[in-house]
């Protein structure tokens, strides 16, 4: 067995043995995976592409409507996977019904958030179930055209997914009349170039469509103009992939899966100072504790000191507040931070908060388009205060400067980048306002005469 795949199947194991609310949940995503068994026979032996013919009325049943499906998914709970959690249902309805040109159906696997790996292994190991649930939504929305954004930093799983494509197309789950129905729907993959914007559903259309990737003002919303100026509808990759099980089980047993508003599984990527990072598919509302504890728990034995929940954009929680959370939308906001794309970041009690966020902000302001005045000028802004406080160069005024830039760039810009940018520094300030204090102290003490070797300087 290869590296990837003893990797795969350890996790896949862990992911079986998770219990929930009295009853066991099997993955729906991961389940049956091993590593190798990508291809579409054996997807189709674990009863791949039954939803669309389900869809479709090629099961010797009468088909589904285009608002079945979308009313399956509203019944579902399904919510975005890729950080905002919007409900899927909700958004495919607004797709326009009756419009007479051409509409598009965009997956986005531009998989850009620090901590997040999740929509990299779905397209190694199970990329059938992402072309599964888009001819589906493709279906449900009317649209005869779509593309899968891939994050351009990753070739093999491009690869990966354009073989997968030539599979499905050869075996007539995509195409023009789509298992001998009157369904067409052309699917193409996409290689983007790493830009961490693109991950930004505009930005991605810009990118599509030959242009800088740089976010769009909304409205006009994508639904109405969105890709080529036509309406278009853009999902995460794991919302796709979770598609086709809501389709064949129903909507409610998906919301049985998790909680109340907050439907099925979720995988999260975890990450830091566990003892078996990875990848881990668990219902929503499982408590965090319960994920810390199939992730091995906290390595070396140490103590629990904070968690990034959602990924790098999301507010940092200290472990009296995480502990007491469950991994799903609501509390996770209620706690004060987000879901996001599932990217959860342990650290324990020996991890530098100061350090850390510099990190952070360096990663925000290297990836700002620069569209945005109080994003282009105020990342920076951040991370040289963060980068000097670090350095032994802090003033005792900077925290206060920090958490005003901050707080100025929020709400500020056409897109959520700066904002992404800005809740860290502000959590950080909450939580651990003392390091920072104690750093600047330090300092003080010395006569702030410690050489700055900024990590700009070293990235020259």
């Not at 589904?64 to 890729?82: F, H, N, P, W």
């Not at 997956?107 to 790996?117: A, I, K, L, Q």
């Not at 179930?129 to 005869?144: L, Q, R």
């Not at 901050?406 to 810009?413: D, F, H, K, V």
Request: aromatic share 10%; with cysteine; hydrophobic share 35%.
């Amino acid at each position: 067995m290869t590296r990837v795949q003893d990797i795969l199947s350890q996790f896949q194991a862990k992911g079986v043995e998770t219990c929930f609310h009295g009853r066991h949940i099997d993955p729906q995503i991961y389940a049956g995976l091993n590593g190798g068994n990508w291809g579409l026979k054996d997807y189709e032996a674990r009863g791949g592409y039954q939803a669309l013919r389900k869809v479709l009325g090629q099961d010797g049943g009468p088909g589904m409507t285009q608002d079945e499906v979308i009313a399956e998914l509203k019944a579902s709970s399904l919510r975005g996977r890729g950080g905002a959690g919007f409900p899927t249902g909700l958004k495919w309805s607004f797709m326009p019904r009756n419009f007479p040109g051409q509409k598009y159906l965009v997956c986005n696997s531009d998989e850009g958030e620090p901590g997040t790996f999740k929509d990299r292994d779905i397209l190694m190991y199970n990329p059938h179930a992402v072309i599964e649930g888009m001819a589906i939504a493709a279906y449900a929305m009317g649209a005869s055209v779509g593309y899968n954004y891939i994050h351009g930093e990753i070739f093999q799983v491009y690869e990966r997914f354009e073989a997968a494509i030539d599979q499905a197309r050869a075996a007539g789950y995509l195409g023009d009349g789509v298992m001998g129905s009157g369904f067409n729907f052309q699917l193409h993959a996409h290689h983007g170039f790493g830009a961490y914007i693109c991950g930004e559903e505009t930005a991605l259309l810009e990118s599509l469509e030959g242009k800088k990737g740089q976010p769009r003002f909304k409205p006009p919303f994508p639904a109405s103009f969105g890709l080529y100026g036509k309406p278009t509808t853009i999902n995460n990759t794991e919302t796709f992939a979770a598609t086709p099980w809501i389709i064949r089980h129903g909507g409610p047993a998906y919301l049985e899966c998790g909680k109340p508003n907050n439907g099925g599984t979720k995988i999260f990527s975890i990450q830091g100072d566990v003892e078996r990072p990875g990848n881990y598919e668990i219902p929503m509302g499982t408590p965090f504790a319960k994920l810390l504890e199939l992730a091995g728990g906290v390595r070396g034995g140490k103590t629990l000191k904070a968690v990034i929940p959602g990924g790098s954009s999301s507010p940092v929680l200290p472990a009296e507040i995480i502990m007491q959370c469950t991994m799903d939308y609501d509390s996770i906001a209620k706690a004060g931070s987000m879901l996001g794309s599932g990217a959860v970041m342990v650290m324990d009690d020996s991890r530098d908060m100061v350090q850390t966020l510099a990190r952070l902000s360096y990663f925000y302001m290297h990836e700002s388009c620069g569209q945005c005045t109080p994003c282009r000028e105020g990342t920076g802004w951040l991370w040289r205060m963060v980068d000097r406080i670090q350095h032994g160069q802090g003033r005792p005024e900077d925290m206060d400067k920090l958490d005003s830039v901050a707080e100025n760039i929020m709400g500020r810009t056409i897109c959520a980048l700066g904002d992404a940018a800005a809740m860290p520094v502000r959590a950080m300030l909450k939580h651990y306002r003392h390091e920072f204090a104690a750093k600047i102290d330090a300092a003080q003490k010395q006569g702030g005469l410690k050489r700055i070797e900024s990590d700009e300087q070293a990235h020259g």
